[in-house]
């Protein structure tokens, strides 16, 4: 069994934050679940009918349905959070968000631009009810250009940004898209940071602000230093990793005789090239004319990863590792893993980075854990996704001062559910 329950309540560091989630799908669902790992009150605003993510089927080859209703893609992105439906394009719905938003810190949304605004949540609009708000914003491409108010997903992302390139071989005909979608992903964390710092100037300078982030801008963002790698040189085109014929091919990907793979990353070649040798049992290539030096090695590099290729195959990669533990050296590798041996790493185990969570629905139930560990203020699950408008009622009675009468007005106008 890996981990052990997270944490039992919100303590984490945004605790006491109040957050208004009007996120659907993945890429703001993400930032907005981080905040609520990290002990923020999430409530999440749904049109009647719900966030789309609740429908979905499939995910690259994943099933969703968990039964009893419940769907893997929404539990993941929606833990941690309240629901409040809430049919913005009412009087009396949009009422609702406004007199929230009286003292919420967060709101945050990933409409198409333009969205929001025709709905009577713009920021201008927002902030004029509470100047202190930090709203966070998210789309494909950016608030400004031709294509700002265009639709997005993720692979959106990953091609526009230059990422299906980057995760591309050469002899490739297509170019790669990286599954579980990462875009969306690294978008929700690139807003959740800014949404984060806008906080913190609040804090500092007493000024609300948005906070505007986009598909393009966060995998631009990813691949950050090889892009401005490759502009302090003029824009030249990084030519594409080749694994038959790497710079380095001791930062390098080699398959044990089990078929698996290790990745090698040894970014100062010169120190470990003769260690590796004699490990290997190849210690007649160390003072090799071809391979002395780490640019001999590039200029032979089809060469010298034909060798390591042949000689890697003679062990499973479990041998290797073993015998690159019990040398003297501290060899720079990976073992290459899969998503389901996670749960069996002894480090994601040790740190508790998967975590277990009692869902009242689903019983014990297992989920990727946040991924940062607070010394004094614990971030993690306590709360499992809700139904859409789960908890309309509490938050209109609660938040805002609401009786029976004002919900049942409200349910009879269309404006709740
Ligand atoms: C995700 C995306 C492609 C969906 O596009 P879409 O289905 O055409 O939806 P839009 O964003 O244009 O608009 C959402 C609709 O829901 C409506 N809506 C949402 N919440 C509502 C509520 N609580 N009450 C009433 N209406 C609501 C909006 O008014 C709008 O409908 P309308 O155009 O009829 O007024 C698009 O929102 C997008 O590109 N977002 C930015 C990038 C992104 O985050 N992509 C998702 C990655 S996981």
Redesign the pocket.
């Known amino acids: 069994m890996v981990g052990t329950s997270s944490v039992s309540q919100p303590d984490g560091p945004l605790k006491g934050v109040k957050v208004l989630d009007?996120t659907?799908?993945?890429?703001?669902p993400v930032s907005t679940s981080m905040m609520g790992d990290m002990g923020a009150d999430v409530i999440k605003?749904?049109?009647?009918d719900g966030d789309?993510g609740r429908g979905l089927a499939r995910a690259s080859n994943l099933r969703m349905d968990l039964g009893e209703g419940r769907v893997a893609y929404f539990e993941a992105l929606n833990r941690n959070k309240r629901s409040l439906a809430?049919?913005?394009?009412t009087e009396e719905?949009l009422k609702v968000v406004h007199e929230l938003v009286k003292d919420a810190d967060v709101f945050v949304q990933?409409?198409?631009s333009g969205?929001a605004e025709?709905?009577g949540v713009g920021y201008d609009t927002l902030s004029e009810i509470n100047p202190k708000l930090i709203y966070g914003s998210?789309?494909?491409y950016g608030p400004d250009g031709p294509d700002a108010g265009?639709?997005?997903?993720?692979g959106c992302g990953q091609a526009r940004s230059g990422l299906m390139m980057s995760a591309t071989e050469d002899y490739q005909e297509y170019p790669t898209r990286v599954t579980q979608?990462v875009s969306?992903q690294i978008?929700g964390i690139m807003l959740c940071q800014g949404i984060l710092a806008a906080l913190v100037s609040r804090g500092i300078r007493g000024v609300g602000q948005k906070v505007e982030t986009s598909?393009l801008s966060a995998n631009m963002w990813l691949q950050g230093l090889g892009i401005s790698m490759s502009l302090l040189q003029g824009g030249v085109n990084f030519a594409s990793y080749s694994r038959d014929s790497p710079t380095n091919p001791l930062s390098n990907t080699y398959n044990g005789s089990d078929g698996k793979s290790i990745v090698m990353m040894h970014l100062q070649p010169d120190r470990y090239w003769a260690p590796l040798m004699k490990e290997m049992g190849l210690e007649q290539f160390i003072e090799d004319e071809r391979f002395v030096d780490m640019s001999a090695r590039a200029e032979n590099a089809p060469a010298i990863v034909k060798i390591l290729d042949e000689r890697f195959a003679t062990k499973t990669v479990a041998e290797w590792d073993k015998l690159f533990r019990d040398s003297e050296t501290d060899f720079i590798y990976a073992l290459v893993q899969s998503i389901e041996e996670l749960s069996d790493d002894i480090q994601v185990q040790s740190n508790n980075y998967i975590t277990h969570f009692d869902h009242p629905v689903l019983g014990d139930v297992q989920m990727c854990n946040h991924p940062n560990i607070y010394s004094e203020t614990p971030a993690g699950i306590w709360k499992e996704a809700p139904e859409v408008g789960q908890d309309t009622e509490e938050i209109l009675i609660e938040n805002l001062g609401y009786d029976w009468d004002d919900i049942g007005r409200l349910q009879s106008a269309g404006a709740i559910l």
């Open positions: 009007w659907i799908w993945q890429f703001g605003i749904e049109s009647l789309p809430v049919n913005l394009k719905g990933n409409f198409r969205v025709r709905l998210a789309n494909g265009q639709p997005s997903f993720d979608g969306d978008g598909h």
